[in-house]
């Protein structure tokens, strides 16, 4: 029987209708990438990139807690060589998670497939590396209110280490059990390895002059109770097998990460740290150099070459030095920290943290001739945490400020790794008489000005004000910052 027209029709249409909702399921393409976990995947990523991305008239600190065990990915040289693949997916941008054959295929499906306003894969990455100063137990701070509890050292700058993407302090001294000691010779207890760790910092520099302060025995164990807690640290080792510098995974982008210690003189066949020699079996175990013997200083800095050049080996797309250097109690950087941040600069690094000085020092910014880029150089970030007064070695109150340094690296759509943004926020180490107790608190200068009732300093607000004034006249030594934007963090 022959059927009419519109039966005929509505034939037809049910058949395409039939057609488009089982074609999906025929498809090899489609919602194959969905299916897979790969279409989420890479929406989370971009979620990740748009929250690492910073304005470029500000940096974003929302002060919120996060985990410094999980801000970076970690792969380190050498035969030890690992790679976390157990990483949070929210600390890899979504092109490091698809590295198949098809990456780009998959990938433009995934774009085709999802909401383009969730979806930021074709932006820039930004992430931010925060640093601070010297950790320096003297007596005073070691003995506290005799908890061992170092918490409320750090409690009033948590939350701004803890915005960094990855935040950096440098531990001067050693964590070699009792009997604890300050100056001269620095022995702390092992309660101030979590104490950083609570306030954010996810890795240490130990490669500084009072590292051989406990002998042997020091060197070995310090960098051994900041590992247990699983931080990272660099400088120093436990066994000359261990790996020299870290290349970290921080929101997509590989930054590699190494410390070095000046040397004192000492003789042509005897290195010295601080006037101690090295013990035997304590050579390859710190990274050191030595700027007053002109023969073992060229061969220095050509191993520092060779480890820029082993952590762009292993993958790193971003180089940070983290130099215990200069002058002690100068506000300025001495011609010995210039050039070598010239020659570091000329070798493709990207950020200097400078540590030593105890006192502040100026920010500059170098040309590296090679890649086109900047390098950004704090020279000093002071102590962050120690005893010293407004009268200690005359230098009126300088020894009592530091700064949080920051450094927002971005990586262009097109892989173009660089610097964009420098900044700092003022801190002022208050000590306070607590019930008898000498206490401690690293102060976030600027917000404790603006609301000195939150921050329990409406005594020392004098004290805090003079602070800030002494900031300023040092960082109004800073280099004209060309191509590199450097402010002020004030909240």
Same mark, same amino acid.
């Given at each position: 029987?022959?059927?009419?027209?519109?039966?005929?029709?509505?034939?037809?249409?049910?058949?395409?209708?039939?057609?488009?909702?089982?074609? #999906?399921?025929?498809?090899?393409?489609?919602?194959?990438?969905?299916?897979?976990?790969?279409?989420?995947?890479?929406?989370?990523?971009?979620?990740?990139?748009?929250?690492?991305?910073?304005?470029?008239?500000?940096?974003?600190?929302?002060?919120?807690?996060?985990?410094?065990?999980?801000?970076?990915?970690?792969?380190?040289?050498?035969?030890?060589?690992?790679?976390?693949?157990?990483?949070?997916?929210?600390?890899?941008?979504?092109?490091?998670?698809?590295?198949?054959?098809?990456?780009?295929?998959?990938?433009?499906?995934?774009?085709?497939?999802?909401?383009?306003?969730?979806?930021?894969?074709? %932006?820039?990455?930004?992430?931010?590396?925060?640093?601070?100063?010297?950790?320096?137990?003297?007596?005073?701070? *070691?003995?506290?209110?005799?908890?061992?509890?170092?918490?409320?050292?750090?409690?009033?700058?948590?939350?701004?280490?803890?915005?960094?993407?990855?935040?950096?302090?440098?531990?001067?001294?050693?964590?070699?059990?009792?009997?604890?000691?300050?100056?001269?010779?620095?022995?702390?207890?092992? %309660? *101030?390895?979590?104490?950083?760790?609570?306030?954010?910092?996810?890795?240490?520099?130990?490669?500084?002059?009072?590292?051989?302060?406990?002998?042997?025995?020091?060197?070995?164990?310090?960098?051994?109770?900041?590992?247990?807690?699983?931080?990272?640290?660099?400088?120093?080792?436990?066994?000359?097998?261990?790996?020299?510098?870290?290349?970290?995974?921080?929101?997509?982008?590989?930054?590699?990460?190494?410390?070095?210690?000046?040397?004192? *003189?000492?003789?042509?066949?005897?290195?010295?740290?601080?006037?101690?020699?090295? #013990?035997?079996?304590? %050579?390859?175990?710190?990274?050191?150099?030595?700027?007053?013997?002109?023969?073992?200083?060229?061969?220095?800095?050509?191993?520092?070459?060779?480890?820029?050049?082993?952590?762009?080996?292993?993958?790193?797309?971003?180089?940070?030095?983290?130099?215990?250097?200069?002058?002690?109690?100068?506000?300025?950087?001495?011609?010995?920290?210039?050039?070598?941040?010239?020659?570091?600069?000329?070798?493709?690094?990207?950020?200097?943290?400078?540590?030593?000085?105890?006192?502040?020092?100026?920010?500059?910014?170098?040309?590296? #001739?090679?890649?086109?880029?900047?390098?950004?150089?704090?020279?000093?970030?002071?102590?962050?945490?120690?005893?010293?007064?407004?009268?200690?070695?005359?230098?009126?109150?300088?020894?009592?400020?530091?700064? *949080?340094?920051?450094?927002?690296?971005?990586?262009?759509?097109?892989?173009?790794?660089?610097?964009?943004?420098?900044?700092?926020?003022?801190?002022?180490?208050?000590?306070?008489?607590?019930?008898?107790?000498?206490?401690?608190?690293?102060?976030?200068?600027?917000?404790?000005?603006?609301?000195?009732?939150?921050?329990?300093?409406?005594?020392?607000?004098?004290?805090?004000?003079?602070?800030?004034?002494?900031?300023?006249?040092?960082?109004?030594?800073?280099?004209?910052?060309?191509?590199?934007?450097?402010?002020?963090?004030?909240?």
């Amino acid at each position: 029987m022959k059927k009419s027209y519109p039966t005929i029709i509505t034939d037809l249409l049910f058949l395409l209708l039939l057609m488009l909702l089982l074609l #999906p399921a025929c498809s090899g393409t489609g919602t194959s990438v969905l299916d897979t976990g790969l279409g989420h995947v890479t929406q989370k990523g971009s979620a990740v990139m748009a929250a690492n991305k910073v304005p470029n008239d500000t940096l974003e600190q929302d002060g919120s807690a996060s985990d410094s065990a999980t801000k970076g990915t970690e792969t380190q040289p050498g035969a030890d060589m690992t790679t976390d693949n157990e990483s949070s997916i929210q600390n890899r941008s979504a092109g490091d998670r698809v590295n198949e054959s098809s990456a780009s295929e998959q990938r433009a499906d995934s774009i085709a497939l999802t909401d383009s306003a969730n979806l930021k894969a074709n %932006e820039p990455i930004q992430i931010k590396i925060s640093a601070i100063g010297d950790i320096i137990l003297h007596q005073a701070v *070691i003995d506290g209110d005799g908890s061992s509890n170092y918490n409320p050292i750090f409690k009033n700058v948590a939350a701004s280490l803890q915005s960094a993407d990855f935040a950096i302090a440098g531990y001067e001294g050693t964590l070699n059990g009792p009997p604890y000691s300050g100056y001269p010779l620095f022995g702390g207890p092992d %309660e *101030i390895a979590k104490a950083l760790q609570n306030a954010g910092i996810a890795m240490v520099t130990t490669a500084n002059n009072h590292v051989l302060d406990r002998g042997l025995s020091g060197v070995i164990r310090t960098p051994q109770v900041f590992q247990k807690l699983g931080m990272t640290v660099v400088g120093t080792r436990s066994k000359k097998t261990d790996a020299t510098f870290s290349v970290q995974d921080i929101g997509g982008i590989k930054v590699g990460f190494t410390a070095y210690t000046w040397e004192t *003189i000492g003789t042509e066949t005897q290195r010295t740290i601080n006037g101690i020699p090295l #013990p035997k079996g304590t %050579e390859d175990l710190i990274d050191s150099f030595n700027p007053s013997r002109a023969e073992r200083y060229k061969k220095d800095l050509a191993g520092m070459k060779q480890r820029i050049a082993d952590m762009r080996h292993s993958g790193a797309e971003c180089i940070v030095f983290l130099i215990h250097w200069g002058e002690e109690y100068n506000t300025t950087s001495s011609a010995m920290q210039q050039k070598m941040a010239k020659f570091l600069a000329e070798n493709g690094v990207d950020v200097i943290f400078g540590y030593h000085p105890h006192v502040l020092q100026e920010i500059a910014v170098l040309p590296q #001739p090679v890649n086109k880029k900047n390098l950004l150089v704090f020279y000093s970030l002071s102590g962050f945490v120690s005893n010293m007064e407004f009268g200690t070695h005359g230098t009126k109150g300088y020894a009592e400020d530091a700064i *949080i340094a920051s450094a927002v690296i971005q990586k262009e759509v097109d892989g173009f790794v660089h610097v964009v943004k420098g900044a700092y926020e003022g801190t002022y180490m208050l000590k306070e008489n607590i019930l008898g107790h000498r206490m401690h608190r690293a102060i976030p200068v600027r917000a404790a000005l603006a609301d000195p009732a939150g921050y329990a300093v409406g005594k020392s607000l004098a004290q805090i004000e003079k602070s800030a004034r002494r900031t300023e006249t040092v960082m109004k030594k800073n280099s004209p910052l060309e191509g590199t934007i450097l402010e002020e963090v004030k909240k």
